[in-house]
């Protein structure tokens, strides 16, 4: 899939951008005030993000890229970031795209992380932020991730995590009923990781953290980068 280049001052020709009015006015602007909500709520994250995506290079896909929060983080050994959405805040990301290291191309692209339109290991990264919680099948989407991968490919994440205490676990498997209905399908009681190391993956580096500053019920991170097992 060859990208198109989003030139910093052309952001509207970004191939693959819907044009806003596409949507209904009021849609677009709800959902584009979500996905500035998520970015809010995850800015504390932001220099982890920086981190993890640092060690991006050459084709990447973003999964479920949402408002474009990680454009800005990506180096300049990264050509192109090809925006996985099944359901973009466009507006957001033209900004955004804007934002991109000069020289990185950026597609957006309308596919969902379960069915990646790639072919096999034609990708050199795929990053995870904030989205294997949300995503209805994640087997499925590392699954995909593992394909599409160059065998020497990284996959980079950045994930909330089921609790490390179990008092904190029980209350986050009560309110999960809730609280998906109210957070677009999110889980928040998910043990991320272990799904990562049975779809193939080993572990490069990886960190984790309780973050005191977060609702405790999302406070506990994990983030880094890992690369498909060799079968
Ligand atoms: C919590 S937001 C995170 C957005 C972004 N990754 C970030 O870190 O700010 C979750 C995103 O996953 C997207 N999503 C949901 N189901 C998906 C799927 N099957 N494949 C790809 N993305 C999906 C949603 O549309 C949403 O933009």
Redesign the pocket.
């Known amino acids: 899939m060859a990208a198109t280049t989003a030139n910093r001052m052309q952001s509207d020709m970004i191939k693959g951008m819907p044009d806003p009015i596409s949507r209904s006015p009021l849609a677009a602007l709800r959902h584009n005030a979500s ?1 500035w909500l ?2 809010l709520i ?1 800015t504390p994250a932001a220099k982890i993000r920086g981190q993890v995506l640092q060690h991006a290079r050459g084709r990447v896909a973003d ?5 474009g ?2 454009l800005r983080h990506y180096p300049a050994d990264v050509t192109e970031v090809h925006g ?4 973009p805040a466009e507006w957001l990301l033209r900004r955004r795209a804007g934002k991109l290291h000069e020289g990185i191309q950026f597609e957006l692209v309308s596919a ?3 069915a990646l339109p790639y072919e096999d290991h034609s990708l050199d990264t795929v990053t995870f ?3 294997l919680c ?3 099948d994640p087997v499925a ?1 590392l699954s995909e991730a593992r394909r599409v991968l160059k065998p020497d490919g990284r996959l980079l994440f950045m994930e909330h995590l089921r609790h490390p205490d179990e008092r904190v676990a029980r209350f986050q498997d009560r309110l999960q009923p809730l609280w998906g209905r109210i957070a ?1 399908g ?1 889980r928040i009681n998910q043990d991320t990781v272990t799904l990562l190391e049975q779809a193939g993956f080993d572990f490069a580096w990886k960190e984790h953290v309780v973050d005191r500053q977060r609702p405790r019920f999302l406070s506990h991170l994990a983030w880094g980068m890992a690369t498909p097992l060799l079968r």
């Open positions: 996905a998520i970015d995850t999964i479920g890229i949402g408002g929060g990680s996985i959405e099944p359901d969902s992380a379960e932020q904030l989205v949300t995503i209805p989407a677009g999110c």
